[in-house]
């Protein structure tokens, strides 16, 4: 992302300038909060965190608390840039951000307040930004964005449909994993674009001469059309419960030509720089995830199964959000677009969670000890972020500082 365009000064908090800023450092404090409360949980040192069943209250707070405050802190920072019309900024912006604390403060009152309040309290963020950003998007004729705030809709409609879930007993399995497949849709539209071109950027400045990466063709159309088809299958299995072989052969299909499309972008010539071997890296999982996910279908290993599914969430969302937070953080702030060790650190934190989360999904025997290992890594990785970038995110931008 370049430098967003003003016309105007902001002469207020550092915090409400621009979107990145206060989103960030709410999907950084819930990803701690909600990691902390859910070890400590499994672990019985705290109490039950919500009225709701643990898995629902886990995967809410997670895909529609963390997961919206990720993607709105990159959506408007990054409309303005596609669009050429100011962001939003101050008391917009803080009215926006108030409506995202309201469903934190409704889903932990949950067991005190009638279902339905609580509902609306948590839908009004999603609904309010979709009316946002759908607004500068259309404004601007930014048609080749259509598709992401289509998926920010259909994102909303999945909290919405949790709810619905909710009222009728269940845990709320079925929009827990729409919302998941939604946010890797997410990653494969805005990730395919962003990490190529990245990766280009830097590879021009530090090693011109070098192969670049693809642009986008029609293998990358393919590739997208094919995980969408297994994401959505994915998804009717756990509704319907389909043959393994209408499910299992799709997921396969997308793995591999995600691996390829990967590979496309030259992700081995990224090692000297952390701050973009990251985002190859995150994007990796979404593969991993399908492969493990087809594997296990076709060879009935539940387990496998399960990995896929924190393969995708810990690994691709987790690590992508973080990748791109820590990158616009430092990019927006006028720092050097390098990572110091810090931010490595919390990167291999980070992998340390999905592996240790997956592996125990794959093996439960071992469940016992790499649970709360994922989980610790989690917040580790999380806290270092806030230790690191939100002072960042709190105060003025400083002069700008190395190449892009």
């Not at 919390?346 to 999905?354: E, N």
């Amino acid at each position: 992302m370049t430098a967003i365009p003003r016309t105007r000064p902001w002469s207020g908090p550092a915090l409400l300038s621009y979107g990145f800023r206060p989103f960030f450092l709410l999907a950084g404090l819930q990803a701690l909060w909600t990691l902390l409360a859910w070890t400590g949980f499994q672990a019985g040192l705290l109490a039950r965190p919500a009225a709701w069943p643990p898995a629902a209250w886990h995967a809410h707070e997670l895909l529609f608390g963390y997961g919206f405050a990720a993607l709105a802190g990159f959506l408007l920072t990054a409309i303005p840039n596609w669009t050429g019309r100011l962001p939003l900024s101050g008391l917009p912006l803080l009215g926006l951000a108030g409506l995202w604390l309201l469903g934190r403060l409704a889903v932990a009152l949950a067991a005190a307040l009638p279902p339905g309040l609580v509902a609306l309290a948590t839908l009004l963020f999603p609904a309010t930004l979709l009316a946002a950003t759908a607004r500068e998007v259309v404004a601007g004729a930014n048609r080749r964005n259509y598709p992401v705030i289509g998926l920010v809709g259909l994102l909303g409609l999945a909290q919405l449909a949790f709810h619905l879930e909710l009222a009728r007993g269940a845990a709320a399995p079925v929009a827990s994993h729409a919302a998941i497949a939604l946010l890797l849709l997410l990653i494969l539209l805005i990730g395919g674009r962003i990490v190529p071109s990245f990766t280009t950027n830097w590879l021009r400045h530090h090693r011109p001469g070098a192969p670049m990466p693809a642009p986008f063709d029609r293998f990358d159309a393919l590739a997208i059309g094919a995980a969408a088809l297994a994401l959505a299958l994915l998804l009717l299995d756990r509704i319907l419960g389909l043959p393994p072989a209408v499910a299992g052969p799709p997921a396969l299909l997308a793995g591999a030509l995600h691996l390829v499309r990967l590979a496309r972008w030259r992700p081995l010539s990224t090692l000297a720089e952390p701050l973009l071997w990251v985002l190859h890296l995150a994007y990796l999982f979404v593969p991993l995830g399908f492969l493990a996910a087809g594997a296990g279908l076709l060879h009935d290993l539940p387990g496998l199964a399960a990995a896929s599914i924190h393969l995708w969430t810990v690994g691709a969302i987790g690590l992508m959000t973080l990748a791109v937070m820590t990158r616009a953080t430092r990019g927006h702030t006028g720092r050097a677009l390098t990572a110091p060790p810090g931010t490595v650190a919390a990167y291999a934190l980070l992998v340390l969670a999905t592996l240790a989360r997956a592996t125990a999904a794959l093996l439960p025997e071992t469940a016992g000890v790499l649970v709360p290992v994922a989980g610790l890594a989690w917040v580790a990785a999380f806290g270092l972020f806030l230790a690191l970038y939100g002072p960042m995110l709190l105060a003025p931008r400083v002069p700008a500082s190395g190449p892009p």
